[in-house]
Every structure is written in structure tokens, then in C-alpha cells.
DNA sequence: ATAGAGAATGAGATTCATTCTCATTTTACA
DNA sequence: TGTAAAATGAGAATGAATCTCATTCTCTAT
């Protein structure tokens, strides 16, 4: 298939190969890619399809994706880390931000349109050359903002 | 002391008492305001002063101040918490922006006048209303980047 | 295709920041 | 001032992430 052709691209060119599990994990991954996964649970899903995996070893691939641009390591304030992927890993991919809903949990993605005034204004006040950024918003989802308005 | 007060009523109105303890951390706080300080750094700092203090109350107080508002806990991706004061803890004051610099490792702290508009794009795009937000900017501080121009 | 060198894996041990426990001390208020 | 409730601190416990090392796999040169 046509994304495993890339990843192994982008493997072989940082000087790893492309292994049965970091092709399994790379497809869970795909197959949940709204979904903020940590490595346990990354672990579990792969473990429940009876594909025999570490969890060593995910934590190990999680790095290495990470180290290469295949994926993005975010932290929702829950202890542990969450992995998402990279949209376009072979050019340069915005990050997302991600919009924490205090409600329900919830997280959403969203893009950045506004940041490059934002990095502009940085780079001038500050001479500060910006390389990527993380943003999180805390706040209420459209669903809880409703809920709120009637209490 | 003045910030002494407000540290007072502050707490109180929340139902805790103004400890020597949780004074001790306050003061600690303000002596070294730029610091970003994990729990453990500001433990030792206190026993160096010679002032007893257990690591766990550390901890719980920083938990405290950060509920309450006195300070914000923040992640520079170091596996530790780190912590700063908010700058005017009485009315609704900025969260800081971070910029960490890839180079040297300093972290500057910048304020935040563009996001007003990201806040409102975010509300109309996805009817999500912000109460927070947390920013990290990732690049090269005004000396790296000559650093790097000379390479 | 195959051997051999180096990379990758996985089970379990280890680390380390943070939280919990509980006996003791301190604080606030009647 | 006495007492109930809150706070403290030493050390134990927790849990995510990393490390170790014997075994297995992958890649390349022949």
C-alpha cells in the first residue's frame, strides 16, 4: 500500500528499518487517527488483534516516529503522552492545536491560520526565530457551552 | 508584607489557612519569579535556607496555589512540572506565552496580544469557547540564531 | 540464495516524578 | 485555653517511561 511505501521512505532515510511492528503500529495509527493514543493504549489495541508486540518496543517506535517527523508527541495534562500523526510528512506540516474541552474531555484539532502575525510579532519583539509551536486551548465545546447557557 | 495579604485572603477565601509553609514556597516564588521552578528545586532551595519542609508538602502546596490560581504549572517537556506565579492573581491576568529555545535551553517569557483574534476564529470556526490557553513557541533565541548564521 | 554483522525485539527490572498513608503537629474557633 | 479539623512530613506506593540483555530478525556482501 501506498502509506507504507512512505513510511518506509522516511525510515530508511533516517537510517532505521521498516519491522513488522513499526508497520503495526503505524497502521493502528491510521485506523485511529483522531484519536490521541498513548502507548498502552496503543499496546492493548495491537495485543487485543492478537499481533504479538512489547510494550517496550511501542514506546521505542513512538520515539523513533517521533524523532522523525512521523508523528507528533502531545500532552493533554494527564500524565501520560499522546501520539498523533503527522499530516503530511513529507513537507512542512503544520501542527495542530488542540482545543481541550473543560466540559467533557473532549479533544478537538484545530488548525492555525492566525499564528504566522503571531510568529511575526515574536520575531520582532523578541528576535526569537519560531520553529514550531504548541498551542492548547482550554475552554467549553459547542455541546457544553449549550449545557452551561441553561443551568 | 503586602503580597502577604493577598496571599492570605487568597487562600482563605478557598478554605486553606495561610501556613509558614505554604509562605515559605510563596516567598521562594517571588525571589526567584523567573525561574520556573519544579517542586524539588524549590525544596531544596528551602532547606538550604535552612527552613524545614517536607517534598510531599512541596507538592501539595504547589497543587494548591496552582487550583486557586496563584501560580500556573507548567511543561517544558522535561518529564517535571515546573511552576510560576500569575502575574496579578487578583484580576484575570495573561498566561504567558514560553519561548524555549532550542539552542540554549532558556526559556523567555512573552505575552500574548494576538490571540485575541485566534480566540475569536476559534469561536466562530468551532463554536468553542476559550477560557485558557497554553502556548510554547520552539526556535532559536537572538543569540543562537547568530550562532547558527556564522555555521 | 546464504552467512555474518549489526539492528531490533521483548520480558522484566529499574528509574524517578508524583501521590498516598498515617501518625504527629499545628491552626482556627468556640 | 481546649478541642476538632486541617496540615505536615517521612517513607511507602504508584505508574509512565526507560533500560538491560539474551534472543531474533534484517540487510548486505559474497
Not at 3 to 29: A, D, I
Not at 73 to 94: A, I, P, Q, T, W
Not at 128 to 133: C, L
Amino acid at each position: 500500500m501506498n502509506s507504507n511505501l512512505t513510511l518506509k521512505k522516511k525510515l530508511v532515510e533516517s537510517g532505521y528499518s521498516l519491522t513488522s511492528q513499526r508497520e503495526e503500529v503505524y497502521t493502528e495509527l491510521i485506523e485511529n487517527a483522531s484519536a490521541h493514543m498513548t502507548a498502552e493504549e496503543i499496546f492493548i489495541k495491537l495485543s487485543q488483534r492478537h499481533l504479538r508486540i512489547g510494550l517496550s518496543t511501542v514506546y521505542r517506535t513512538m520515539s523513533i516516529f517521533t524523532n522523525i517527523g512521523i508523528t507528533d508527541k502531545v500532552d493533554f495534562d494527564d500524565g501520560m503522552s499522546r501520539y498523533e500523526l503527522v499530516e503530511d510528512f513529507s513537507g512542512n506540516s503544520h501542527r495542530h492545536h488542540h482545543l481541550i474541552c473543560l466540559g467533557c474531555g473532549r479533544v478537538e484539532d484545530a488548525f492555525d491560520d492566525l499564528m504566522e502575525d503571531l510568529e511575526k510579532d515574536v520575531l520582532e519583539k523578541f528576535s526569537f526565530n519560531i520553529i514550531d509551536h504548541s498551542v492548547k486551548m482550554y475552554g467549553y465545546c459547542a455541546d457544553c457551552s449549550k449545557k452551561q447557557d441553561k443551568n
